[in-house]
């Protein structure tokens, strides 16, 4: 078994206890061994990180890398327009090339940033392409295949047969469900209720049921998607779910913003979790969630980047930042402070996915899914008796992530992506889209 030894560093733990300890970290495989200080163990590799931040990998719990490629080509609309003008055309034209480079080109930004988890709803077509740069890349991953079974304005590319759908997912499922040690996982995601047909919605419950896997779709995030929803179904969303069965403890929705008193109700009885999305939602003009009220009644909120196309990055820093600054505005400056958003972006999100026993925090027995920022830059001093919680979430930037690893695993190092070739990633993500926008003529 190969190990790690992490030597010198400011451990911010996020253990319950929200201890900050100066010391070491043990890893032996791919799991925490030890922390202390002086940890004497000889090592396979051993990282000095005198002056360095550890903490742990920040968990994103909504991304869409299908989307990566398509940074910067859907900017300054708003949702149901940005979906039918631009993204479902761009996703309608993917190839298994095209959704490979995507997704590596977003893994590699998520790893640059200290991202060490995702949860990540693909496209309709080619989601073994995702799978297998999640593979390579070293990222953890739970991901699924977008399922779309309805509506008129979905391009025909994107339109499949309920059967079709639930069967690609569960042949996906049986496929990635798993692989890589365990570090790969899948979910189904039907994209939000106005594309997915009630029998695909309540196949989709049956076979989470069955397999045990996470359900992930978007809800309440946009008030014309409401509108679409209660026309259609006679509810709103929340409740709507509710009724068919599937609003349960593996339910994971994103956005939420537009939540009445029952669909909160439902949401904490049913053990229903959130993903707060603050660039994505600010960009398309979406709302502003209601995350101290979700937090205060107790229900598990996590943080995502959405995709490139509505943020226009993948960077948790901006989450966090965004995520803190919206709720001031609206309430006041007590609310969200530094230590709730970092515990959002790492324990907050490990309990979305149902993982708070494997990662989120620094500690003995968990994942070891890590990253050390190197705050050594004008913009994060002084130093001296510092907030950590306020150093993090208010002063640091991505660029400062300056290790990674994942499963014990170290995919970045000096701020160099290991497992990913950046300079042919960039090349090909280029040569891709090209290829692509001709395909869409
Ligand atoms: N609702 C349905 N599809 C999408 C998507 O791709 N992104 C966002 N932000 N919302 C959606
Ligand atoms: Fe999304």
Redesign the pocket.
């Known amino acids: 078994m190969s190990s790690v030894l992490i030597r010198d560093a400011v451990i911010v733990t996020m253990n319950g206890e929200g201890e900050i300890v100066r010391g070491d970290v043990y890893i032996e495989g791919n799991r925490i061994s030890a922390i202390g200080p002086g940890l004497r163990q000889e090592a396979d590799q051993v990282i000095e990180a005198v002056g360095k931040v550890l903490l742990p990998g920040f968990v994103q719990t909504h991304i ?1 890398l299908c ?1 990566t490629l398509f940074r910067g080509r859907a900017d300054d609309l708003e ?1 149901i327009d940005w ?1 039918r003008e631009r ?1 479902w055309p761009l996703e309608a034209a993917h190839s298994e090339g095209s959704v490979y480079i995507s997704a590596l080109l977003g893994i590699g930004e998520l790893i640059r940033g200290g991202t060490t988890t995702i949860l990540d ?1 693909e496209t309709v077509h080619h989601t073994d392409s995702a799978f297998r740069a999640i593979e390579a890349s070293g990222i953890r991953a739970i991901a699924g295949k977008v399922m779309m079974d309805h509506g008129s304005e979905v391009p025909l590319a994107l339109q499949e047969k309920t059967e079709d759908s639930l069967r690609e997912s569960v042949r996906l499922l049986e496929k990635w469900h798993g692989a890589a040690e365990g570090r790969i996982q899948y979910a189904f995601c039907p ?2 209720v ?2 997915c047909t009630e029998e695909l919605l309540v196949g989709v419950r049956d076979l989470s049921e069955k397999y045990g896997v996470l359900v992930h779709t ?1 809800a309440s ?1 946009n008030r014309e ?1 409401i509108a679409i929803v209660e026309a259609e179904r006679g509810h709103r969303n929340v409740v709507y779910l509710d009724r068919i069965g599937l609003a349960g403890p593996n339910l994971v929705l ?2 939420s913003i537009w939540l009445d008193d029952e669909e909160k109700r439902i949401i904490r009885e049913r053990g229903v979790k959130v993903t707060h ?1 603050p660039a ?1 939602n600010l960009k ?1 003009a979406s709302g502003v969630a209601e995350v101290p009220a979700l937090l205060e009644a107790g229900i598990p909120v996590g943080l995502g980047a ?2 490139a196309p ?1 943020n226009n990055n993948l960077n948790m820093f901006q989450e966090m930042r965004l995520a803190a600054f919206v709720q001031k505005v609206k309430h006041g400056p007590t609310v969200m402070n530094a230590r709730s958003v970092l515990r959002m972006a790492t324990m907050g999100g490990a309990e979305v996915l149902g993982m708070q026993g494997e990662i989120g925090s620094v500690e003995v027995g968990k994942l070891a899914d890590l990253q050390l920022l190197d705050l050594e830059e004008f913009h994060a001093f002084p130093s001296y008796d510092a907030d950590w919680y306020s150093r993090i979430v208010y002063a640091a930037q991505a660029g400062d992530v300056d290790t990674v690893l994942v499963d014990g695993r170290v995919v970045m190092e000096g701020k160099n992506v290991l497992t990913i070739d950046k300079k042919r990633t960039l090349e090909e993500a280029d040569r891709e889209l090209r290829e692509l926008l001709a395909r869409i003529g």
């Open positions: 869409h989307q949702l979906l993204i709803m994209r939000f106005v594309s978007h995030e998607e994103a956005h999305c994505s398309l959405d995709g509505c």
